[in-house]
């Protein structure tokens, strides 16, 4: 059967996109960065998972105000990089797995997930930034990916604890996939960042660490924190975080902290990084 293994929750901040396609990885603002993924290239490129299911969200590059999908699951057998108004980044093509994607579907829908089944989609920074921060620049991406964007954008956005739910609806539906594949889950965005307002550029370390404590812990306490506490205290676009609770969930209940980097400035964001492998999986 599948199996989910581990997560890797990661910030997916467009302009480390822009600076490793402009040749900027060295310039003195952007090393640390890349420096703070130097394990996970190994981590990752040792681990060789079949398949990534890819949370993150669209960022009204494939879905525009006319359709907003709470929870869409792309089903096709490949994704393009969007365009985002600079031309789609030099990355290449994202090769699905349509087969075990229709399959968790069928699943996830049964088991009363309300998911939207996406047949032809653009990905954006998204989902884009985060497989170059593990995996660099590759001719073609190591796995299949699935992509499960989730709406963080338009007001209201799914609660922390169905997020949770879903993770673990997701491992069902991939623990009863009959083929032996190994399974990472990505969660994206975050941490905290406001873009827009008077409060634009605003960071809240210790809340950071406190939420990225919790998923190194059981994530109960992540699990319930409701919208608001997200949009005061990480920012409007601190909701992101809500996604790594899709990855979070989808984990044993006991865990171990692989890897951690959280580093300031990151464009407007604070960039967090957490890797968690479940407690039940030895290499
Ligand atoms: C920015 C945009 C994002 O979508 C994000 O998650 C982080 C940062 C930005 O424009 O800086
Ligand atoms: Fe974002």
């Known amino acids: 059967m599948a199996n989910i293994v581990a997560s890797v929750n990661v910030s997916h901040v467009p302009a480390i996109g822009a600076a490793w396609d402009n040749g900027k990885k060295n310039d003195p603002y952007w090393q640390p960065v890349f420096d703070g993924f130097d394990f996970s290239k190994k981590w990752i490129a040792e ?7 890819l949370v993150y969200n ?59 089944i996406i047949n032809r989609m653009d990905v954006d920074h998204g989902l884009t930034v985060p497989l170059t921060l ?9 796995c299949r990916i699935i992509p499960l964007a989730v709406n963080v954008v338009q007001f209201p956005p799914p609660t922390g604890n169905r ?80 996604m790594w609770l899709i990855a979070r969930g989808a984990l044993d209940d006991k865990v171990r902290e692989v890897y951690r980097f959280y580093h300031v400035p990151c464009s407007n964001t604070a960039l967090g990084h957490l890797i968690l492998e479940n407690a039940s999986f030895s290499k």
Not at 58 to 63: G, I, M, P, Q
Not at 170 to 185: F, G
Not at 186 to 202: D, E, I, Y
């Open 47 to 53: 681990l060789k998972p079949d398949v990534i299911i």
């Open 58 to 116: 669209d960022h009204a590059s494939a879905f525009d105000a006319t359709i907003i999908p709470t929870f869409a699951l792309g089903c096709a057998p490949e994704f393009p990089p969007a365009d985002e108004g600079w031309g789609p980044r030099p990355v290449p093509t994202v090769i699905g797995h349509p087969v075990m994607a229709s399959h968790i579907a069928q699943s996830v829908i049964l088991d009363e997930f309300d998911l939207t």
């Open 134 to 142: 593990m995996f660099g620049q590759p001719a073609e991406w190591p």
């Open 163 to 242: 997020c949770w739910n879903l993770g673990k609806a997701l491992r069902r539906a991939v623990e009863s996939y009959p083929e032996d594949l190994r399974v990472v889950i990505f969660g994206t965005g975050g941490m905290s960042h406001q873009l827009q307002g008077p409060r634009a550029g605003l960071i809240n370390k210790e809340w950071d660490q406190q939420f990225l404590d919790s998923l190194a812990a059981d994530g109960q306490t992540a699990r319930a924190i409701p919208f608001i506490e997200y949009v005061r205290e990480t920012g409007s676009e601190g909701i992101e975080m809500v």
